[in-house]
């Protein structure tokens, strides 16, 4: 049965207009199956309107191999920050 | 003779029969916890136990509190023997395998969601208000053993193999389920009980839907076991029960 089953994640939405937030994953059959697993696992002590799931398998990740060409890039380029800029002085209202 | 004997009226013995039949059904999915299939399973069986705990509290506390003299949630649930419980026989029928849990809690949630709705419209405002608070998990519930019987019935030959005879072992237990006896007259021609033998047609209608999308067969000529509302049960009630109250009896008053 194990092999069978499939990985979820699961997105929850606490109020309307508010976006689904990403709260975890459960291990289902299928998705009616994930949707109610996400609804025991994640909804059970909080106040939620809306839940998704989503196959983890269609959920495209920005892998391993990417991550100093594509985020270290940042690291050192602290003037993309506003902190790096000091506040002139006599500037109100910032 | 026991004082609670001595103290049953129709009304406090119509909310016993709702109090048990949810506690021990709650009592045995407790079982399942550590022992589900998957980590999803074990919570969501978890959750269920979890509600129809809350709604037998509720329901033994009004039972409790119309008796004479009043006893407690507690006083009912765990000093109480075994022929003093109301709960229907299917809800001490063993666990089993997962599918013979499955099938035994199908066949109660499309019952249990049939009464309930017709409780919340009860001329007792308090009995229409636990109803309609349970209503809406007990919704849930039928939800979720409705799916697992699809996914047993049509999943494997095994899964099949096992839901059709777990079908077979339960269906002798529903007859009781919709047996009017002068209690349940009683309650229901008042408008405070409900009249569970008229539902009986929709009941079949809804649980014949979900079997044929199961591939599974309703038993032609199920016997009809009955007993346990009157307080005639098997062995099995003794060993949930030996379980269920051993703390509180081995360690009377005790708390933490």
Redesign the interface.
Known sequence: ??NE?STWEVFVRSQNGIAHRHIGS????DS??AL??A???YT?RDNFVSLWVVASEHVISSAGQDLVAWFETAHDKDYRQATYYPVPQGVQHL | MNTLERAGTSLSNYLLRLGDSALIISQQLCGWCGHA?????D??LS?IALDLLGQSRLWLEYAGASMVPAQDEDDLAYRRDAHQFRNVLLVEQPNGNFADTQVRQFLFDSWHCLLLTELSSSTDTKIGAIATKARKEAT?HL??SS?WIV?LGDGSARSHRYAQRALELCADYVGELFEMDAIDLELANVGIGADMAALQPQWQAYVEQVLAAANLVYPANPIKRRGGKRGQHSELLVGVLMEMQHLARSYPGAQW
């Open positions: 049965m194990p089953l459960v291990q289902a059959s009616a199956m109610q697993y609804r025991d696992v059970r | 299939p998957t980590l999803e399973e919570v969501a959750n849930y939800q979720h799916q996914r």
